[in-house]
């Protein structure tokens, strides 16, 4: 009876969700989501090159390709297990918990339609974007487009699964967090060792199998590797399921509330807050005792400096790690770039931004205490444009990361020279970015929600414009035999007006808030 | 079990004891706590606290804030897990299926789905824990607590202090042996606190046990018994004497 009471109101409830759904409303989206995913793709397939691989490069896929596929599995499975060991990936209603979790019912039954919910949309998604990239690959590669497409359309169905399956089974085995670090790093690690090695032994590696079948010169150990493959995959997400009804009540009534606010914000375009919630989501707190004690004597002549480099050590190892790996993969997507992948360009930008975000964090909790900044003995715009110069010097040390990265992913010495030289403007221009980002008052264009959308993507064009425009302009110039060092200055110098520019901005913005709240 | 289908029909005044029901002599305790302890990273909420509560109890939970009240009610409701110890409804352990439909919870803080009438919510609730026909409670709780005119409204409808009303409601609209409620008086004006005194206390006198946390001296004087946490320990527990408590707070 019990079951059949929650089968009824769930339906019921879906009906009455469907019956207030605006219909033209969503005809509307459903029109605007094609016509600019079919421009995505129309850009997509423009910047991908036709010319077919080398045989040595299809060699160096059918060796390599399935470990490097599979890092990305054992990357999901990672991202999967951390989520899970902190309650995911289930976000579930508050009254849901309260009275339907609570109720004398088999929690088994309740989560499963709701996770399989999860897995069926991961599913298609995946699918639909594995299958249009193995739309692109199959004109420089050998093999049939159908082979390329369901091959890549079936790794796709099977990597986003992998991470919600990951993150099913963590929470529902209760696995700590460095419980759940260690497994999914264990797995990357295996994989990475399959890659040096040229083998194939990792389950990740073999699920990276499914993707590369198409190759030549697979035979039946590839058709062996994607059994075994598909087999893990699914299997993982059998236990995954489950294991979903032993979810722990306490990490699920965190998360649904702060979901819950994580949508709200997310819908309002609130930036700053969809930041700290997530950190809330991933249980990210400051460390009590920061990784080195700053010297009193000389950091206390410059206060701002001193409280922005306090924040930075206090940071926890996920944060610093996540900022590394940032770090590491901007400039292997650089790498890439500078090789002739162009697609590229627009990664360092959008993964540098996220990056920026959390080293903005100073300046962010000042700009969002502006009663608190107004009772201070300076100037808004100049207590704030102070805050740029830790999170900048912070920034270019990830920039340097980056460099070091493309060097190591086979970034030629010119490419190095170029990275010398964008470092220091991209850096500024970055935090500026974040800057001008944190402290957007989302409800400032309600009224003109167009102009909202604006101010939040502005900053994240101007990321991808700045990371990947000098270096794209260094790279054609370099093609033709010219000095790519120059060209990439050259571009900077714009870059470094805008810079400028944002930073008068961010100041002017603070002043006028504090006017606001002094009136 | 407090099962209002077996106890009674509502009266002229809504009420619902028709048939005055004896509180229950079993000796086995409803709820059972042995060296209850929780931890939230490294700090102690809860520490070796142990307590028995019998059918019939009406038990005022008090302390200063952050004592650990909350915390041992979520513990028992089965919404957290013990860092050490055990704590038992019914004889099962809390967050079990028998535990689950022994124990009503009712939480500091009400929720609701948004997109749920308050009838809706109440059938909801009832049908989860096996009652057929909630009609004549749901009406009888609707009528008592103010709220007959707003069973067709939205959540989103209500003041802070309706609901708290509902969620009233909805904790009492199942069957229970245990009843915890977590700051139930708060938002309640004068008249709806009189009715909630009284369900509380016909759901004692139906042999279920209840537990209210609780700052109010007028709740604690009506209690049963008095269990006294600090600093996350039992640091009282006997009869709600103001001499006796005077102390326990002067601490």
């Not at chain 1, 390709?65 to 989520?83: F, I, K, W, Y």
């Not at chain 1, 294991?243 to 819908?267: H, K, N, P, Y």
């Not at chain 2, 929780?38 to 070796?48: K, N, Q, V």
Request: glycine share 10%.
């Amino acid at each position: 009876m019990q079951t059949a009471a929650l089968g009824e109101m769930r339906s019921a409830r879906r009906r009455r969700f469907v019956e207030r759904l605006d219909v033209m409303e969503v005809l509307y989206r459903v029109y605007l989501a094609a016509i600019f995913g079919a421009i995505g793709l129309a850009v997509l397939a423009s910047w991908v090159e036709e010319a077919p691989a080398t045989a040595r490069a299809v060699a160096d896929m059918r060796d390599h390709g399935p470990a490097v596929l599979g890092l990305a599995v054992a990357l999901a499975v990672l991202m999967g297990m951390r989520s899970g060991a902190r309650g995911g990936p289930l976000a579930i209603e508050a009254a849901e918990v309260q009275y339907v979790l609570l109720a004398p019912i088999d929690r088994g039954v309740t989560l499963r339609p709701a996770a399989l919910r999860q897995l069926r949309i991961a599913v298609l998604a995946g699918a639909v974007l594995g299958a249009a990239i193995g739309n692109f690959v199959f004109r420089r590669l050998p093999g049939s487009p159908v082979e390329w497409i369901a091959c890549l359309g079936l790794f796709g169905a099977l990597l986003p699964p992998c991470t919600l399956s990951a993150a099913l089974l963590a929470s529902g085995r209760r696995l700590r967090p460095a419980v759940a670090t260690a497994i999914g790093a264990g797995l990357l690690a295996w994989t990475l060792a399959d890659l040096l090695l040229g083998s194939t032994t990792s389950p990740a590696t073999l699920v990276g199998e499914i993707a590369t079948l198409p190759l030549p010169g697979g035979g039946p150990v590839a058709l062996a590797g994607l059994g075994l493959g598909l087999a893990i995959a699914l299997a993982l997400g059998w236990f995954g399921l489950r294991s979903v009804g032993r979810i722990a009540l306490e990490a699920a009534r965190r998360r649904a509330a702060l979901t819950a606010e994580l949508r709200f914000s997310a819908s309002v375009q609130d930036l700053r807050t969809v930041v700290l919630l997530r950190r809330q989501l991933a249980s990210e707190r400051p460390r009590r005792r920061p990784w080195i004690r700053l010297r009193t004597a000389v950091s206390s002549r410059y206060p701002v400096w001193r409280r922005g480099w306090q924040s930075f050590l206090r940071w926890p190892l996920a944060r610093l790690a996540r900022v590394a790996a940032i770090g590491v993969a901007a400039g292997a997507a650089t790498a890439g770039a500078w090789s002739g992948i162009s697609l590229l360009f627009v990664l360092p930008g959008a993964l540098l931004m996220v990056a920026a975000l959390d080293l903005v964090e100073p300046l962010a909790q000042e700009a969002d205490h502006p009663t608190r900044r107004e009772l201070l003995p300076v100037a808004a715009a100049t207590l704030i444009q102070r805050h740029l110069v830790p999170s900048f010097a912070a920034m270019a040390s990830v920039l340097l990361i980056a460099t070091l990265a493309a060097l190591a992913f086979g970034a030629s010495a010119t490419a190095a020279g170029v990275g010398a030289v964008v470092l220091f403007p991209t850096a500024l221009v970055l935090v500026c970015c974040a800057a001008f980002s944190a402290t957007n008052d989302p409800y400032a264009y309600v009224l003109t929600p167009q102009l909202g959308y604006a101010q939040s993507a502005a900053p994240l064009v101007i990321a991808v414009v700045a990371a990947g425009a000098p270096v794209l302009a260094a790279r054609e110039v370099a093609r033709h035999g010219g000095p790519a060092v120059s060209a990439a200055a050259g571009v900077e110098i714009v870059m470094l007006l805008l810079a400028v520019a944002m930073a008068w901005w961010i100041g002017k913005r603070m002043a006028d808030q504090t006017a606001v709240v002094a009136s | 079990m407090v099962d209002w289908k077996t106890h009674g029909r509502p009266d002229r005044r809504g009420g619902l004891l028709t048939t005055k029901v004896q509180p229950q002599t079993d000796p086995s305790p409803i709820l059972a706590a042995r060296g209850l302890g929780r931890r939230y990273d490294g700090f102690m909420a809860l520490g070796s606290f142990s307590l028995e509560l019998r059918a019939g109890e009406l038990v005022a939970l008090v302390g200063p804030n952050g004592a650990g009240k909350t915390t041992f009610l979520t513990l028992a409701a089965g919404l957290l897990e013990p860092s050490s110890g055990t704590i038992a409804i019914a004889g099962e352990l809390a967050g079990t299926i028998p535990a689950r439909r022994a124990l009503s919870y009712l939480p500091d803080t009400p929720v609701f789905y948004e997109d749920l009438s308050l009838g809706e919510h109440l059938a909801y609730v009832a049908a989860l824990h096996g009652v057929a026909d909630e009609g004549a409670r749901a009406a009888q709780l609707l009528e008592r607590l103010g709220l007959e005119e707003w069973e067709n409204s939205l959540p989103s409808e209500f003041s802070h202090g309706m609901r708290q009303k509902a969620s009233i409601a909805l904790a009492l609209v199942r069957p229970f042996s245990a009843l915890l409620a977590d700051e139930p008086f708060d938002g309640l004006d004068p008249p709806s606190r009189e009715v909630l005194f009284e369900l509380l206390a016909e759901a004692r006198q139906e042999g279920a046990a209840v537990v209210v946390s609780t700052h109010r001296p007028d709740v604690i004087a009506a209690a049963s018994r008095c269990v006294g946490i600090r600093d996350g320990r039992l640091a009282y527990d006997g009869p709600p004497e103001a001499d006796a408590l005077g102390e326990f707070f002067e601490h």
